[in-house]
Every structure is written in structure tokens, then in C-alpha cells.
């Protein structure tokens, strides 16, 4: 007994020695203050007592201290303190106190409304046209501060680990988990920087030819070759807007209108806002930024953003009036990108800071812990503009954005200020070590994982192929394989296969692509396929992988599917960086493989065809690489369009025409986030069933259970629709979803916004008898109506319940809705 009360009371001392010991008190009359809140960041420790006591537990290495009717006290933390604050006098007027509510300040609410009002007034982008300059650098390094104190601490690591004897050595190099290429990083950033990244950027801009960016120079640490994807990157407030601002995010911030100043000469309003999180604990004092504001134009004249936790990061972004348009003059943004933290002994010996193999936790009460946090670095400076000059066409032409050169050549021109030494023997540093760990070739493998690829060495691999289930084929599995540009330059064979373990048949394809230019999409492509497909689906040619990644469960419960055997050629052209086209002609041989009769012609039919496919997307912004055109900011409106002609010549049995159409549009407003969806199509001629168009429905059409009416949202089906039932040889369809102007955070730190959506088609079938075959014709009205909570309780998944409506409504509540559950990795 005695032991174990001696156990508890050392527990207890131990837990009590571990807390700081507050005592605040009144600097005027000595007497405790009660109530007085502590706060750690952003959050509160707890209050005072009676006494004016308080005992807490706390990392940070400052509190601050506010009570009402005081002036706010800023303390070291220390094992015991007292702390003495001074009473406000009755003329002292601090803003802060006056303005601390739960809410926002109305008239801070209002100049942010004229802000967003006056947004495309005040851009650049209405002048006729404009051009300037930037130069943008980026680094990852310890706290700018902390440098010397870092590099003295790895030197006096290194001559620790050098007098460890060899045997000994050897013994601990077994046990580390950080490997040989965390000591060579350390090497490495003894002397130099984790990273620095130089760009000098030429911007362009009519009103009559667009926007285009050159690439003047740009050198990146450790990578010979340009990282075409990153140099796309833009870590900028440039032709943005701060998301603290926007509409949308009113509901995470509170606004107050604290102050008006004269900055550089012009009437500013000052905003500050901090985010909504635990209004209990939050320090009503701690603000996260302030928004300058132009009295005269309403105008975003300067923006300082800091995280919640001290030092995690803070950004700062200027304005400047040129010819009254507001352009961005500098930016200097501080990321925390973790920490590197060691454990050193007490004989001054270095040990790492993992577990190894045999070791006690209690053993680490021999170690103190040394942490740097390393913080990424981005300094942005724009200059030499030039406002309302004649533009050339000329000067447009190609893609969006193109690199003019990558050695690092020219950068001296553009510096706004040289490099440290530092700064340069980064390059000389970080080259080494990135070619002695070949990790130019693991950067290329994350590249191409955002392309829908999975690269080794010359192979891509098509994430799409290696597994999908249907109702026919049932589970699929199968690979795809393309030889990339370290292969050849020109030409690039591809093939894929597939077993369906329902049908239990193989299906496979084999290609080749012949690029005809480097500058810009020019691709000559020659196919044999032996696959299957499904009947009537709407042509997906033209779009990009994530669309396409979204349709892949998309016959779930369909089994209507043909065969298709296929000789193909086809040329893929670039007219300019909005506009591209595809023309393809085709031999096929295609067979029903389900319950279906044509006419009297049967099952079985051969055809020849030749397609037409356009794509125009007038506000993507699009860069070559030596993988091919890679679009980095996708823009709206998209429009996709098929023309097919079938042809009763050279073996063919068909002659038929098909075009099909889609819109797809997304904008902003007060109403929030509002995308719209417009397809259509028609067929006529004598074309079999898949010649037409199934109108994509994603429910079983023949549910057993309740789960069967689970699926995932896709482009352009419906979720309560069965799947396979409605055909028609001319439709038009109709998709909209409103994001509400409101986000909002449940569990974890992610936030959760809601989703409104409506869809409705119509179509008619002209020659349905042709067709012996079981389905109905949209011929009335189908209505959807459905809601989705994006991010469910902050997880990375969005959960959704749509109801049919109308005509086709039944009076079973079971075929009426359908649940959708979509992935954040497909969206």
C-alpha cells in the first residue's frame, strides 16, 4: 500500500511540476485579477481564478494575457510567473476592444461588397491591352533567422558522428531510419538551400487575341530539364482574387472595419478578419490579416494573411494604381512545409530522432530534442508595364504559355536583387544531390500520375485499364502500356488488354502515334481494336482524363453491350490553343451481344465511317512538353462536337449520320458556384441501336435491394434513371448544380459545402419498330431533382440523394431515388 500511494504522489508531483503557474494581479492597487483569459496562439489556455491563478500545460513560448478593463499583457512562459497589468484609462480608445463581436461589422461587409462589385472594373483585363514583367523566386529552407544556429548545429553533428568509432558506427548506421539520403540532404544544406527556383515571366494581354505568357528564363536546384507542370504553378495573387474575400467564404471569416489611413497619398480603409474555428476558445484579440481597401475605387490595394499558429506562415500582396487599374506590385508569401527535428545527447553525441529497433521510450529522457522548421520562401516582383500598346497577332499564336528558355542564362537580367551566397551554392549543391538520387525521374513519375499515368523508365501504364466492373463483362481487369517520348520523339506504340471474368472473353488493342510537330498537338495515329462497348453511349472524344475517369462506372447495371472489331486511322490537329479537331475514318465489324434485331438485317453488320471531333475551349490555358499538351488551368465554356457519317461503300452496310453536342459552362455569383451542362444529339439513316443514343441512367433496372440504387455521379448521367432502358435518334438534355455561397466545417479541418442539382432530358425515336429490341423512348419530360453534401464531416468523400420527378415518377418511393457517393480523387 504504501508503495503504491508513493507511486501516486510521485505521479501527481510530477504532473503538477510539469504546469506553469500564473498569478495576475492589478498594477495599480496589487489586488488579483479574476477571469483574466491565457492564451497560446490562438487558443485559450483558461482563466484566472478568485485567487488570479491559474495552472496550465503549454508549448508555446509566449502567452498573452487580456482581461477586461486592462491593457493586453504579452509573457515568456515560465515555470512560475506573476504578471502585473496596467487598468485602461477611460480616454484610452483601442479599436480592437471596441470592434470584438461573433460577428462581422456591417459596414466592413459592405466596402467588401463594393470590392467584389468593382472587381472586373478595377482588373487590368479591361484595358485594351497591357504587357509587364515579373521575377519570382522560390526556396525551401530553415527559418531565415535560425541559419546560423542550424548550420552550426549540423557541423557539430557531423564532427559528433565523425568521432564515433568505426565498429560502433557501423552498428548505429544499421539501426537509423534516416537513410543515406537524409544525410546527404544535411550535407547538402550545410551551405546551401533545400531548393531555389528562379523564374523571369513576360505576361501579354488584348483584348482581341487573349492572354498569352512567355517563360523568358527559369533554373530550378537539382533538375537539368524543366519541370514543365511546376513552371505552370502559380503561387501568386496575380489575376485572383484572395479566397478571404471571395462571396463564398463570407461564412469562415469575421470583418472589421478598424481604421482609414493615408497610404501612399490615397484615402485606405483597413479590414481585419480573422476565421471562424471555436468562437469559445479563440483569443478575440488574434486577428489572421487586413484588407487595404482604395476609399475612391474600392479597390484590393493590399492583403497580409497570417496562420493561426505563430509561424506557420504569413502572405503579404501589394497593388498599384497604373492608369486607374489596379495592377499587383510585389508578393512575398511563408509557408511551414514541417520540421527536422534531432535528438542530441547529454554527452553531446547525435542520435535520430525515430525509435529504433530495441528501444525503450523511456529511454529518450537522455536526449534533448533539437527542431528547425523549414519554411518555403516565395518572393514575386513585377515591373515594366506597358498599358494600351499595339499588339500583334503574331505574338499570340501557340499555347497559352511557352517556355523560351530553361539554362538560367538570363536571370541576371531580371533579378531585383543578387543571390546570396547561400542562395547560389544551392544550385551547385542540390544539382549533386539530385542526380546522385535520380530523383529527376521520380519527379517525372509524379507528372505523369496527373496525366492518368503511371510511368516507368519508357512505359506509361493507363490507370484507366486496370479494372472496371459492368453488368455484362462483370469485373474487368487488364492493363494498358504506351512507349512515352524517352522511347522516340515521333513515334509511340500503345496497346492495352482486358478479361471480363463474366463473359469470359479477352479483348485488346494495339496502336501507333506518329507526332508530326513539337510546338504544338500534330499526331497521326493508326488502331486495330477487338473490344466491346456499350450501346448508344454519347461520344466522349476530345475529353480530358478526369472526365473520362468519372464515366468508368457508368454501365454498372448495364449489360446492353456490342462487339466491335476495328481498323482505324485518325489525325489529331491543334488549330490554335483553343480550338482542336480530329478527323478519323474507320472499318468495323460490330455485333449485337444481347437480345436485338435490326430490320431484317440481323445482328451482325459491318461499317465504314468517317468522324469529325472539335473541341473549343477559348479559356484554357495550355503549355507543350515533351509528354504533349498539358492543360494547366482548365477554363469555361467547354464545347464538344461529333460528326459521324456512316458509309453503304467499300464493305460498309450502313449509311447514317450521327452529330451529338455538349456545353459545359461554370460561373460565379451571389449566389455561389453554378455549373451548366447542355447536350444533345441525332441520328438518322439506317443505324442500328448503338448508332443512336442511350440516355445514360445509373440505376438497376431491376433492384433487389436498396443498396442497388448506390452509384457515383458521372458526366452526364442520371442517378434515379435505369440503366439501359431509354433510347432515342434525337435528344436534348439539360444539367445543373449550384454550389450554395456558404462553406462550413464539421469534424477535422476540412470544410463541407452543399450542392443543389437539377437535370432534366426529352427525346423521340422516329423508327422505333426497326428496332427488335426491349426499351422505351424519351418522349415526355424525365426530371431529377438532388442535393450533395461535398466533403461529408470533413472526410474526402461527398455523400448525395437524388428524386425523380414528373411523368416518369412512380408511386414506389424505392424507384425514385438514388444515392450518389463522390470521391474526392475523381473530382
Known sequence: MTKLLSSVFLFLSVLFFAQTQLKVYSKADKKPIRDAAIYCDDNLLGKTNFDGVLSFKTKCKKVEILASNFEDVNADVKKSMEVAMQPLSEKQNNIDRVIITDKSDPRALKILDEVNKREKENSPKSLDTYNFKSYSKFSIDVDKDSIDTFTNFLASRKDSLSKVGKSELKQKESEKKDSLIGEDLLDATQESQMFLWEKATEYKYSQKFGEKTNIIDNRMSGFKNPIYEAVAINLSH??????????ENRKLFNFYLSDTLLLNGRKTYVIKFKEITDKKKQNPRKFNGKIYVDSETYALKKFESSSRKRNEGDIVSVWKPINNKWFLDYEDIKLKMGDQSFNISKKDSVKTDSLKKGEKLSDRKKYNQKTFGNYLYVKNRFFDFKINEEQKASEFKGYSLEMKNSDGSLLQQYRTDSLTARESATYTKIDSFVQKHDFEKKLSFLTQLMRGNLRYKMIDFDLTKFISYDKYQGFRLGAGVKLNEKFSKTFSPDGYFGYGFKDHTWK????????????RTSVFRIDYVDDVFAAGRFSNNMWDMMMKVNDLNLDLHNANFYKNQKWGASYLYDISNSLSMKIAVNKEKQEALFDYQYKNLGNLFDNVSTTLSLKFSPNDKNIMTPSGKYTYEKGFPQVYMNLEKGIDALGGDLDYYRADALIIHQFRSKLG????????GISSGTAPIWKNFEIAGQNDRNPENWYSNINTPNNLAFATMPSGTFFADKFVAFKVSQYLPFRFKTIGRR??????EYQ????????RGDHQFDFQVLDHYYQEVGVMWNRFLGRSFGVGFSYRLGYYQTSEFKDNFGIKLRFSVLN
Request: glycine share 10%.
Open 238 to 247: 496575380l489575376n485572383r482574387t484572395p479566397r478571404q474575400i471571395r462571396p
Open 508 to 519: 485488346y488493342g494495339l496502336g501507333l502515334d506518329m507526332k508530326l510537330s513539337s510546338k
Open 673 to 680: 458556384t453554378t455549373n451548366l451542362k447542355l447536350f444533345g
Open 751 to 756: 470544410y463541407s459545402n452543399i450542392e443543389l
Open 760 to 767: 432534366s432530358a426529352i427525346g423521340d425515336f422516329k423508327n
